[in-house]
Each structure stands twice: as structure tokens, then as C-alpha cells.
């Protein structure tokens, strides 16, 4: 089928399953809903399914919406039939019209079945070309993003397996040369994925290669990425990337001179601070995370973040205040404990007396009025 001829396809397609949803109103709104009205919109979807045959019969998966579409016409006849006002008419009314809300429900649900099977189609199609229009991989990648956000559907997700979406997306992070922003695009979509279904996908984020390539890339949508993941998978992950040995690898980014990756890269720490367990929060201090953290407070804001207001601002404090109210390390003594190396790594790295004395005050007891 030809481009044209495909999107013309589609196009009937999405406006019968429109149709077929305004079917499909809670029945109690049903036994109030004008007549007419419910007429006019089963006289709609047949014209459309008129329009649509020789799609609907061309497809097999389709073939079974012409059953619902005679089923649907005979209802519209004896809707038609119980005209009257008396109890017998009044109770068949209503149970005809409950049926035409099911057929209505029925017929959507294989056209949303066709729909994403041609959509998952053209995604690898386009998400597959070498070198392929970028702008065209980054609209594929969003509307997969917002099909997936409409919540879990086991028939999609059969889609997405057997297709290998997330093969795909996998490569297009580590190996191919897509640029930056196709890649970031391609990662929001990992994430979509997670949202999707975590107990799934997340063991595929383990075993693949998707967060050392988020830590490569090394942009700020990147490391964003990176800490939503944290937020939603937690110790499991903090624990695969301390065993991987990739959290000095996003201590490194704090010496980026991109203030916008410094801030993913700082909010990033405070998420696996939050999180990770004593020996991950031990790691952290012998990478000297604390000096890198006093070096940034003292970062004044640039242009490109401009309307950030003091995105460093307290950031050694924010730090050990995550330790602290963190679920990582359960144990108040080792809490405590990280908080007095805190503290003397503080007193070490200062400018000045007047800088530590500041900053061990806002730790122990807050920032002065």
C-alpha cells in the first residue's frame, strides 16, 4: 500500500473508532441520552464502515467487525421498533441501547488492535532506516511515547516483544550514529517503557547496555533520564550501578562546563544518595564528592541558566540532608556517622574558616535567619 493510500487507510480507520467510542457512554448515561442523537451516531459509524470496507475486509484482523457492524444494524432496527412509552418498550429500549454501548466497545477495541499493530510497524520501519530522517525517528518516537502513557495494554505490549522495540531503542543509545537528540529521544522512550510495565523492562535495562550509554551520552536529558529511572527502580538499580562502576563515572560530569548537565549530573547524586546503601554512599566519599560539591556552591549562575535561581546554592547541605532522610542507610549511627566525615572533609576543603563554619552550621542545624 502506498504511503497516501496507507495514511487515507488510517484515516478512516481512526475516525470509525471515534465512532464507535461515542458508542460507548456509561449506561446510566445511556437510558437519559436523546434518542436521536444515539440514531444519528450508529448511522455515522455504518456510513463510515461503508467508506472503510475495503479495508476491513481486506484485513483478516478486521474481518470480525462486520459480524458487530450487522449485529450493530439490527439493534438500530428494533431501537427504531420500541418507539412507544410503555413499560415493555421503555425496558427493551434500554437493554437495546446497553447492547449498541458493548458492540460500540467491541469494534473499538479491534480497531485499536490494527491501529497499533500498524503503528508498531512503521516505528521499527522508521526507527530501522540508515540514516533515516531524524526528524521523522524523533515524531515516531513521541507518538510511541504517548501511546504507551495512555497505560498498560497486554496486547500492545505483545506488540512491542515481538518486534523487539526495545532491542531497537538499545541500539539506537549504543551503537548507532544517531545524533544527541534522536538519542535522548530514544531514552525518554526506555523510560515510557518502564512506566509502561517495570516488571518487564526493567530486567531488560539490567541486562543490556542502556546505563553506561545514558552515562556516555552525558547530556542533561541523559542523566535526567538516568534519575527518573533511579526514582522508579530504586536500590536494585543503585546496586547495578555500583557493581558496574558507574557512579564515579557521574561524580566525573560534575566537572563538565555545561552548568546544565552539572545540575542533572548533582540531582542525579542527591536521587542515589537518597537510595543507596551505606557501601554505596561510602564510594561516593572516597570519590571526593564532597570537594567536587563545595567547588560548585561556589559556582555563580550562568546565562544558560538563568532562570535557575542558586541551582548549587547549599548543594553540600542538600547532600548530606538526602543521606539523612534517605532510605539507603537505615542505621541512624552509620547516618550519623557520614555526617561527621561530611563534616571534616568540609572543614579540610574550605576556603576559609569563615566558609566551613557557614556550611558545618547549615548542616547541623539549618541556615541562619
Same mark, same amino acid.
Given at each position: 500500500?502506498?504511503?497516501?493510500?496507507?495514511?487515507? +487507510?488510517?484515516?478512516?480507520?481512526? +475516525?470509525?473508532?471515534?465512532?464507535?467510542?461515542?458508542?460507548?457512554?456509561?449506561? @446510566?448515561?445511556?437510558?437519559?441520552?436523546?434518542?436521536?442523537?444515539?440514531?444519528?451516531?450508529?448511522?455515522?459509524?455504518?456510513?463510515?464502515?461503508? &467508506?472503510? %470496507?475495503?479495508?476491513?475486509?481486506?484485513?483478516?484482523?478486521?474481518?470480525?467487525?462486520?459480524?458487530?457492524? %450487522?449485529?450493530? #444494524?439490527?439493534?438500530?432496527?428494533?431501537?427504531?421498533?420500541? !418507539?412507544?412509552?410503555?413499560?415493555?418498550?421503555? /425496558?427493551?429500549?434500554?437493554?437495546?441501547?446497553?447492547?449498541?454501548?458493548? @458492540?460500540?466497545?467491541?469494534?473499538?477495541?479491534?480497531?485499536?488492535?490494527?491501529?497499533?499493530?500498524?503503528?508498531?510497524?512503521?516505528?521499527?520501519? $522508521?526507527?530501522?532506516?540508515?540514516?533515516?530522517?531524524?526528524?521523522?525517528?524523533? $515524531?515516531?518516537?513521541?507518538?510511541?511515547?504517548?501511546?504507551?502513557?495512555?497505560?498498560?495494554?497486554?496486547?500492545? !505490549?505483545?506488540?512491542?516483544?515481538?518486534?523487539?522495540?526495545?532491542?531497537?531503542?538499545?541500539?539506537?543509545?549504543?551503537?548507532?550514529?544517531?545524533?544527541? #537528540?534522536?538519542?535522548?529521544?530514544?531514552?525518554? +522512550?526506555?523510560?515510557?517503557?518502564?512506566?509502561?510495565?517495570?516488571?518487564?523492562?526493567?530486567?531488560?535495562?539490567?541486562?543490556?547496555? $542502556?546505563?553506561?550509554?545514558?552515562? =556516555?551520552?552525558?547530556?542533561?536529558?541523559?542523566?535526567?533520564?538516568?534519575?527518573?529511572?533511579?526514582?522508579?527502580?530504586? $536500590?536494585?538499580?543503585?546496586?547495578? *550501578?555500583?557493581?558496574?562502576?558507574?557512579?564515579?563515572?557521574?561524580?566525573?560530569?560534575?566537572?563538565?562546563?555545561?552548568?546544565?548537565?552539572?545540575?542533572?549530573?548533582?540531582?542525579?547524586?542527591?536521587?542515589?544518595?537518597?537510595?543507596?546503601?551505606?557501601?554505596?554512599?561510602?564510594?561516593?566519599?572516597?570519590?571526593? *564528592?564532597? #570537594?567536587?560539591? *563545595?567547588?560548585?556552591? #561556589?559556582?555563580?549562575?550562568? =546565562?544558560? *541558566?538563568?532562570?535557575?535561581? /542558586?541551582?548549587?546554592?547549599?548543594?553540600?547541605?542538600?547532600?548530606?540532608?538526602? @543521606?539523612?532522610?534517605?532510605?539507603?542507610?537505615?542505621?541512624? &549511627?552509620?547516618?550519623?556517622?557520614?555526617?561527621?566525615?561530611?563534616?571534616?572533609?568540609?572543614? &579540610?576543603?574550605?576556603?576559609?574558616?569563615?566558609?566551613? +563554619?557557614?556550611?558545618?552550621?547549615?548542616?547541623?542545624?539549618?541556615?541562619?535567619?
Amino acid at each position: 500500500m502506498a504511503a497516501k493510500e496507507k495514511s487515507h +487507510a488510517l484515516s478512516l480507520i481512526q +475516525a470509525l473508532k471515534k465512532a464507535s467510542k461515542d458508542l460507548q457512554n456509561n449506561p @446510566i448515561f445511556i437510558l437519559c441520552r436523546n434518542q436521536t442523537d444515539l440514531k444519528a451516531a450508529i448511522e455515522a459509524l455504518l456510513e463510515l464502515s461503508t &467508506k472503510a %470496507n475495503p479495508i476491513l475486509s481486506a484485513d483478516p484482523c478486521l474481518s470480525n467487525i462486520s459480524h458487530s457492524l %450487522n449485529n450493530l #444494524r439490527e439493534l438500530l432496527r428494533d431501537l427504531e421498533e420500541f !418507539q412507544g412509552y410503555g413499560v415493555r418498550s421503555l /425496558f427493551y429500549r434500554q437493554i437495546t441501547k446497553y447492547k449498541i454501548s458493548q @458492540i460500540g466497545y467491541e469494534i473499538e477495541t479491534h480497531l485499536r488492535a490494527y491501529i497499533d499493530r500498524e503503528a508498531i510497524f512503521d516505528l521499527v520501519q $522508521t526507527l530501522r532506516e540508515e540514516p533515516g530522517d531524524e526528524d521523522e525517528k524523533i $515524531t515516531a518516537l513521541i507518538e510511541f511515547e504517548n501511546r504507551l502513557s495512555q497505560g498498560f495494554d497486554r496486547d500492545y !505490549q505483545e506488540l512491542i516483544m515481538k518486534a523487539g522495540i526495545f532491542s531497537i531503542l538499545e541500539s539506537m543509545l549504543c551503537f548507532s550514529n544517531c545524533s544527541n #537528540r534522536v538519542k535522548d529521544e530514544a531514552a525518554l +522512550a526506555v523510560l515510557a517503557l518502564i512506566e509502561f510495565n517495570k516488571d518487564v523492562f526493567v530486567g531488560m535495562v539490567f541486562m543490556g547496555f $542502556t546505563i553506561p550509554s545514558l552515562i =556516555s551520552m552525558g547530556s542533561s536529558t541523559s542523566i535526567r533520564i538516568l534519575s527518573s529511572l533511579i526514582a522508579r527502580i530504586r $536500590t536494585p538499580l543503585i546496586d547495578e *550501578l555500583q557493581h558496574r562502576k558507574q557512579i564515579p563515572r557521574i561524580i566525573n560530569l560534575l566537572s563538565s562546563e555545561n552548568r546544565s548537565v552539572l545540575m542533572a549530573a548533582m540531582n542525579c547524586l542527591f536521587e542515589i544518595a537518597f537510595y543507596g546503601s551505606k557501601e554505596v554512599i561510602g564510594a561516593m566519599l572516597e570519590e571526593e *564528592l564532597v #570537594r567536587k560539591l *563545595l567547588e560548585l556552591q #561556589r559556582l555563580k549562575i550562568g =546565562s544558560d *541558566l538563568e532562570n535557575e535561581d /542558586f541551582a548549587f546554592e547549599d548543594c553540600v547541605k542538600r547532600f548530606a540532608l538526602q @543521606i539523612e532522610m534517605g532510605e539507603g542507610v537505615e542505621n541512624k &549511627k552509620e547516618k550519623d556517622e557520614f555526617k561527621l566525615e561530611i563534616l571534616e572533609t568540609v572543614r &579540610k576543603a574550605s576556603v576559609s574558616d569563615a566558609e566551613a +563554619a557557614s556550611i558545618v552550621h547549615d548542616i547541623l542545624w539549618g541556615p541562619s535567619p
